[in-house]
């Protein structure tokens, strides 16, 4: 029971990451109606991007310093490579078929990755983090005793004040109300004098942060990859449809589930008793998240938190 305890933990931890990642693909699918196959791309450079940054400021401002300079500045160049990505390509693509934009966003993963791979190469790469996320914390409950990463436990605290701060932006503000009445009635926002090209612009600019900020917290516990943006982006959309299309708060449901589901079920062969233990050994645990994504849409389509669109 403890270890499937710390699993959930570690599960959670996960989960939050990965809901930074596709709460940006909810955004842009809900605001631009586009579905992104490139949000993994830009997650991927959100990593390069942070070891770059910290790389050149560390002799400046130490470790420490380089690991939160990173994560400030390598979602911004994300964020900014996004406003040129959506003016350029995206902006010809608003209100075209699926295909013609699964065509487009595939092309730019390729694009992308190979302009990573010439830049970086194949070799690995890791952002130091500070001493004060090193280790692990331990918590006696009961009989059980618990032991914690410091830094899953700062991923969770990121990945909640994120989750915060979306709803406060999208629900509180007015670049909010005018983003939720431009999905609606982009025809009436621009009569009234409101730039809607600069909206969509700005939303996808932060839908690319949010890859970005995902890629750099990713970064502080793993290493580069340059099949990172695949993994990412197989995982975000098994979310976006759990969760259902366009809702923040199933993206937020949809990656807890996956984050512990993937967890615990690396667990289960060594815990679940006979004739469990044989049963899930022959299930890989990175399938698991995909088979509760079937289970749901059989019974709700539409996803959890999703409207049935007519």
């Known amino acids: ?30 605001v631009l109606r586009v579905i992104n196959f490139a949000h993994g ?11 770059a940054v910290g790389a050149a400021v560390t002799s400046i401002v130490g470790e420490t310093g380089a690991f939160f300079v990173a994560l400030l500045i390598a979602p911004i160049l994300v964020a900014m490579i996004g406003a040129v990505l959506e003016f350029g390509l995206f902006r010809r693509i608003y209100g075209k078929e699926h295909l013609l934009q699964l065509l487009l966003t595939y092309g730019l993963t390729l694009i992308l990755g190979n302009a990573v791979r010439i830049i970086w190469g194949g070799g690995i790469y890791r952002l130091g ?46 670049f909010g109300r005018i983003t939720r009445a431009a999905v609606n009635n982009p025809d009436m926002v621009s009569a009234l004098g409101i730039n809607v090209d600069r909206v969509l612009t700005m939303a996808f600019m932060l839908g690319a942060w949010l890859a970005g900020i995902g890629g750099a ?6 290493s580069t990859s340059l ?21 923040f708060a199933g993206a937020l449901i949809g990656s807890l589930l996956v984050g512990i589901v993937l967890s615990v079920g690396i667990v289960l062969p060594s815990v679940a ?15 698991m998240p995909f088979i509760a994504m079937a289970l ?6 539409w996803g959890l938190l999703g409207k049935a669109e007519r």
């Open 227 to 247: 099949a990172m943006d695949s993994q990412i982006i197989i995982r975000a959309f098994a979310i976006v449809v759990i969760g259902g299309l366009g809702s």
């Open 41 to 51: 791309s830009l997650y991927m450079l959100g990593a390069y991007l942070a070891v």
């Open 129 to 174: 983090k500070p001493d004060f996320l090193r280790g692990r914390m331990t918590y006696d409950i009961g009989d059980f005793s618990l032991r914690l990463g410091k830094y899953d436990l700062f991923v969770i605290i990121v990945g909640l004040l994120i989750g915060v701060g979306l709803w406060f932006l999208l629900q509180k503000t007015r």
């Open 217 to 222: 917290l990713t970064i502080g516990d793993s």
């Open 1 to 30: 029971m403890e270890i499937i305890l710390r699993q959930v933990i570690q599960g959670i931890s996960t989960g939050m990451l990965l809901f930074v990642v596709s709460s940006g693909l909810t955004l842009v699918f809900g």
């Open 273 to 287: 008793p006979a004739p469990f233990d044989t049963f899930f050994s022959n299930i890989p645990a990175e399938s």
């Open 296 to 301: 749901i849409l059989i019974l709700r389509p």
